[in-house]
Every structure is written in structure tokens, then in C-alpha cells.
């Protein structure tokens, strides 16, 4: 008799928790999100319970006004870097300002982005992605949300609806290499379009333009977990490629794997290496010791970030720059926060 008080008492606060929605609403909205939330783990390292749970609450179900007129379902004001949309929106204050998106999609890429990119929420990458408990308090110790409960309500959500199936479903893609194979699938579309440009007389297009350091500029390091040299650039550590090197490789000398060394080098699993090439070992940094950078011919967001140090994230940030952003020779890009995000001199 107890066990059943107990079980009731649950559903009821469960329930009472979501009464702007019902439960229909939210599994409608877990599969229509889900293999979103997915992505966004396999390229950000983020779990997708916690996504999931996030997108649930703070939108309810895709409901409130705030994802209904502004596409924002993650609750994220605009902060003083934000040049992009706005929507008004009573909260802790009234009339407070919030991103405005164009589609779902790029609510869910600017939240991976702001769990990345911002130093508070740095402690959280160093906990188990398949932890979510430890990220749902993490994210309350952050200062994510002001309300006390919650991280507890994260949770109740999370292990109500099984969310963290969707964790396991990423672990078990990764592990037969799904996400490479639908990576191979998206360059093979994106050569086509430079095909089609190249028939039509322009430069090629490249994803990536490689940075190879001089290597005398920069300070070497002790590391005791790898005989290789260790460099520092932006007080961020880094190896040099050699001939024959992989990403793989290079994890395994200095004793950590290769997905996370990717990560740090903001490359998909399909890029290889060329010799002398800068590869960091430790997650870049979010802003630069100096402040601009004008671009050259030919230099990607990549190559920026790889000289400087700096998160590919965060440069986008810094600089209000979408996946569209092409950059030309002249432009002028922030490698830390300054009164204006891009010009041309």
C-alpha cells in the first residue's frame, strides 16, 4: 500500500509540473526533436537526454510563445554578443530579450554553441556524456536556470520518458561508425556544388585550409604522457603531424582517443592530416590573446581558428557568423569580444 502511495504521490507532482501540456505533447515533441538532439551530441559532446529534457521544459513541448514566435527553445536571452533577431519576452523580468531564430534548427545548434563557447559551462565537458544526472546539476550549478528544482526536474523528465535511450543510441551509432557514414554523405553533397561551380568557371571551393606553424615561435612544454614534442600556442597545447601521422595516432602517443582529439580540432571524422600540421591535444580557448585578424586569400574559419587557439564556436560567436558565412580576403575578424563583430578597412 505504501509502494502505490508513493508511486501516485510521484506521477501527481510529475504532472503538476507539466500542466501547460500533456503528456501526448510531450512524446509528439521527443520524436519529432529527438535525432536532432542526436546530432547535436555526436558534433558538440553534449548529452541528448539532457537536450531533449532542456528543449521539453524551456519550450514547453514547443508551445510557449518564445519557440512559437521566435523559434527558441532553450530559453536563450540575447546577451551583449548578440546581434541576430530578438523577441520580447516576460521572465525573471519583464520584457526581457531573447534570441529570435529562423527555424528549430538553429535554436538547437545556438545551444550547443552556448554550452561550448561559455567558460562557465566548461566543468560540465569534463564529466561522463553518458552521465546525465551529473550534467542536469551541473547545469544548475552553472546558472543555466534560476528555479532551485531544476536539475531535479531535468532528471524526473529524463527517466519518465527513457530519454536516456537516446544516449545509448548515439553510443551504439558511434560505435559502428553510423555518424561517419552520414558525414561521408553530406560532403559527397557538398562536392557536388563545388562541381557545379567549378563548371562554371570560379576556384574551387575548400573546407578546410591547413595551418602549419613555424614551429620556432612557439614555446615547447614538458608533457609526461607522450614522447613527442608539446608546443603551446594560446596557452593551449598542441603536437605537430608528421609524415604517416593520424588523428588516431597521435591520440594513442599522447594516451587519450581520437574522437576527443578531433573535437579539439573542430574537424569532422573524415579529415585526415598533412604533414607539419598544428593539432591541439586540449580543448582551444575561447578568445585570443590579440584582438583581430584580417583575413588572407584563401583562409577558412578553420585555419583562423587553428593559428590562434581559438574555438571555431567562439569565433562564430564573436563575430555573428552563421554556417553561411563565406569569408572574404580583407575582413575583419574578432578574436575576442570588441565593440564590433566584422568590417572591411
Known sequence: MKRVVVVVLLLSNFFVTFAQYTEQDIRNYIE???????????????????????GVFESACGTSRLAREGNNHFGIKCHKEWVGDTIKVDDDALQECFRRYEKVEDSYNDHSLFLTSRPRYANLFTLDVMDYKAWARGLKEAGYATNPQYADRLISLIERFNLARLDTLYQERNEIGWFELHQVEVDD???DDYDEVLEQGEDQVTRFSVYIPRISRYKQVRYPFSTRPVYENNRVLFV??????????????????EQRIRYYNDVPITKGLEPGEIVYIEQKRTRAGQATHRVNPGETLHFISQRYGVRIASLMKLNSFSEKTVLEPGMIVNLKKERFSIFKK
Open 32 to 54: 519529432q526533436y529527438q535525432e536532432l538532439a542526436i546530432r547535436k551530441m555526436y558534433e558538440y559532446q553534449i548529452p541528448a537526454s539532457i537536450t531533449m529534457a532542456q
Open 189 to 191: 553533397e557538398v562536392d
Open 240 to 257: 605537430v603531424a608528421k609524415k604517416g601521422d593520424t588523428y588516431a595516432s597521435i591520440a594513442a602517443d599522447i594516451q587519450s582517443d
